[in-house]
C-alpha cells in the first residue's frame, strides 16, 4: 500500500514508528548540542541543524531503529544511503512559512562546471546544485515528527502527483484542476515523499511547536567529480559526511 501511494501521489505516512520515550531521547540529544556551530541557524521563527546526523552523531541510534529499517527495506529496498539530514524546530509562535516549492537541489562536496548540473547555490561554503532530472526523481525524504502536526502549526501541504509531472514550477500550478491535501501526522510517526512533490508550509496559529527531522535518500552515483556533501550508510553507520 505504502509503496503504492508514494508511486501514484508522491507521499504516504507510517504511524507508531517512534514512542514517546524515543521521541524524548532524541530531543534531549538535540538540547544537549552545541550550537554554535555555522551549520546551526538561530532565529525568532526557526531553528535548524544542518548535516544533523554528523553534527549530533548521537542520534543516529535513536533514529535507525528497528522499525525506522523495516519500513525504508520494505518501502525502498538496501541500495539507499543517507545524502542529506536536516533537523528542524518551528517555535510555537512563528510567523515562519514556505511557499509551493519542489526541492530541486541536492548538497554537494564543491562547486564545478558539469553538463547537467545547474544552478548552484552556496550558503556558509555549503554547495547546492541541481542535477540530473533522474537523481531527484529515483531519491526520497523521509520526515520524522517529533511532534503531532496539524495545519494549526505547519504542517506540509502537498499536491498529489506532482512529482509525476517534472520541473513544476509554483507559478504553473493550475488550480482547476490540482488538488492540496494537508499533511497531518502525529508524533512518533513519518512522513515518506518524493523531492518533486509540490509542498509547502503555512505559519504557526495554535501556539504548539513543530519539530521535524528531514532525512533524503539516494541510490545515486554522482558525476565522477562530484560527491554528496554527506553519505552515511544507516545499515553500516558509516559516516563520510564531507566537511
Known sequence: MHQREVGDNGYT?????????EIDSIITAVEQT???????????????????????????HLIFTEKMLASIKELFGDEYFVVKSI???????????VAYHQDLT??????IALDGYGPWTTKKDQFAVQPPLEILENNFTIRIHLDDTTEENGALRVIP?????GIYR???????????????????????????LLHASGKTTNGKKRR??????????????????????Y????????D
Open 235 to 242: 545499515e553500516t553507520k558509516n559516516n563520510t559526511a564531507n
Open 170 to 196: 509554483a507559478e504553473n500550478i493550475d488550480w482547476t484542476v490540482e488538488k492540496e491535501v494537508t499533511c497531518n501526522v502525529p508524533a512518533g510517526g513519518i512522513m515518506i515523499m518524493k523531492p518533486l
Open 87 to 97: 533537523y528542524f524546530d518551528k517555535p510555537d509562535q512563528s510567523n515562519w512559512f
Open 161 to 165: 502527483g506532482s512529482h509525476l509531472k
Open 34 to 60: 552545541d550550537t554554535s556551530k555555522p551549520t546551526f541557524r538561530k532565529s525568532a521563527d526557526l531553528f535548524a541543524i544542518r548535516q544533523f546526523i554528523k553534527e549530533v552523531p548521537e542520534v543516529v
Open 106 to 111: 541536492i548538497s554537494v562536496d564543491k562547486k
Open 13 to 21: 505516512f507510517v504511524d507508531g514508528i517512534f514512542s514517546i520515550d
Open 212 to 233: 521535524v527531522i528531514h532525512i533524503e535518500f539516494s541510490n545515486q552515483v554522482l558525476h565522477k567529480q562530484l560527491e554528496w556533501a554527506e553519505h552515511f550508510d
